[in-house]
């Protein structure tokens, strides 16, 4: 386990803690017996030691040398205090052997494995206020996810939440090469502060240029920085917050719509974004060709084309083409089964 990639479900104790525990406890009875047996019976060092570890460790011999009433009494208590020490120690090791190394082991191979089983996935950097909102959204739409943060406290609420997170620096090429950025779907930057969040997705940029990233930005030199360095997206959650505000007090049926559109908790209706892939049967067709409407259910609000141009409440005749993206308002199985035409390679 590197420093920049480091896991685990909690901070435990360290794990030379417990056999320090062990060492303490054998070197303290082991020390006291020998110097009783001296001061007691005034035997030589090596005659003490050996009397103490026969004793404690319980193996039969007889006494080294005859001991007087003292000596015997002391010889009770190195039983009584000493084998319970002994085997106390015993557990403890055993312990730290069963439950500490093979469970860390366990998990960190659990973890490993499920790292790499990720595939379409998103990145998501930070779990701050941000973060926490994003792995909260694409958890509730079973949308795969890995959440990556260095900060301890925020990594341990990432993994009390039961989320997939890695404790590292988001802008260290080889944790994302880790959490399998060239097999993610998306690389969101919400780290704690614009600089971070420039590095963060230009080096994702530069590890896989075909990614979707997106940035956030406080500022709005942020914002043409995060451009430059390769964000496709850059969100001010500042100014979205105070145009939703604005927007709530002067058309507020229109922001309740778009917000029970948009919502996976609505489970009547749903706005969603379908592609049109290479060799879908909707592809060349137009909308009314192709019955949407009729044979999924579905209004068709918006069309961005592939070159990122957007067209909105298109009219019946309008062509769907490769790579458009169509914004369409339905019901959830309704919007699975245009996805599914969508994705088709052969045309029906």
């Known amino acids: 386990m590197t420093k920049s990639l480091q896991q685990g479900r909690a901070r435990p104790v360290p794990w030379w803690a417990g056999w320090r525990l062990i060492a303490v406890l054998i070197a303290a009875v082991t020390v006291g017996g020998t110097a009783g047996y001296i001061l007691i019976e005034g035997w030589s060092a090596w005659d003490a030691f050996y009397m103490t570890v026969i004793t404690i460790t319980t193996v039969g011999y007889g006494e080294v040398h005859p001991l007087s009433h003292a000596g015997r009494v002391f010889t009770v208590a190195i039983i009584l205090g000493g084998v319970g020490t002994f085997f106390y120690s015993f557990t403890l090791f055993m312990t730290l052997i069963v439950e500490g190394t093979l469970a860390d082991r366990w998990e960190r191979r659990r973890h490993n494995h499920m790292l790499d089983a990720l595939v379409n ?153 379908v592609r049109i892939r290479p060799g879908s049967p909707l592809a060349g067709r137009s909308l009314i ?21 957007m067209e909105f409440n298109p009219p019946p005749e309008t062509v769907m083409r490769d790579g458009d993206d169509l914004v369409v308002l339905g019901r959830a199985t309704s919007l699975r089964e245009l996805e599914a035409a969508a994705l088709a390679e052969t045309r029906v």
């Open 121 to 273: 996935h998103f990145i998501v950097c930070g779990y701050g206020r941000i973060g926490q909102i994003v792995a909260r959204e694409f958890a509730r739409q079973s949308i795969p996810f890995v959440i990556i943060e260095r900060e301890a406290e925020r990594m341990q609420a990432a993994l009390d939440a039961n989320y997939l997170a890695v404790e590292a620096d988001a802008s260290d090429e080889d944790v994302l090469r880790r959490v399998q950025i060239g097999k993610a779907r998306g690389f969101i930057a919400a780290v704690g502060t614009d600089a971070e969040n420039v590095y963060a997705v230009l080096t994702a940029r530069l590890l896989k240029p075909d990614i979707f990233i997106i940035g956030r930005a406080e500022t709005e030199d942020a914002k043409t920085k995060l451009r430059r360095a390769g964000a496709d997206r850059v969100i001010s959650p500042y100014h979205i917050g105070a145009q939703q505000l604005a927007q709530t007090a002067l058309r507020p049926a229109v922001v309740d719509f778009v917000q029970l559109a948009t919502t996976s908790e609505n489970l009547e209706l749903n706005m969603e974004q």
């Open 289 to 309: 060709e192709a019955g949407l409407r009729q044979r999924f259910g579905v209004v068709v609000i918006g069309i961005q084309r592939n070159n990122g141009q």
